[in-house]
């Protein structure tokens, strides 16, 4: 059972950046599509970012050019790094993990394993 543990999120004003981290244990995440998924009060949740098992990335819109997702599989870590940051970036920041499609990522919200989340609040 694969278990997600995130870290780095805060509060910054608008432009600032946060760089997020999100531990796995319990299993050889390598072979994994990971990301990182928002949900702000009110709102229903959204995939900001996934990076597939060989590397290749995706983003949503929103995000694009602004932040950067990346892994270390010899760590079993994730990152989100986030820059030019926004108020509407304000969102409790999950970390997921995907093991059914062998690494490929299909869509920026289809995942089986969630971490618990951590806030970033974004001051205008």
């Known amino acids: 059972q694969v278990q997600l543990v995130e870290s780095g999120g805060g509060s910054v004003q608008a432009g600032g950046s946060l760089r997020l981290s999100c531990e796995a244990s319990?299993?050889?995440?390598?072979?994994?599509?990971m990301g990182w998924v928002r949900q702000a009060p009110g709102k229903e949740r959204e995939g900001v970012a996934v990076i597939a098992s060989d590397g290749f990335a995706s983003y949503a819109p929103s995000v694009k050019a602004r932040f950067t997702i990346s892994r270390d599989n010899a760590e079993n870590t994730l990152y989100l790094q986030m820059n030019g940051l926004k108020s509407e970036d304000t969102a409790m920041y999950y970390c997921?993990?995907?093991?059914?499609?062998?690494?490929?990522?299909?869509?920026?919200?289809?995942?089986?394993?969630w971490g618990q989340g951590t806030q970033v609040s974004v001051s205008s």
């Open positions: 319990g299993g050889d995440t390598s072979n994994y599509c």
């Open positions: 997921a993990a995907n093991g059914m499609y062998g690494g490929i990522c299909p869509t920026l919200s289809d995942f089986d394993y």
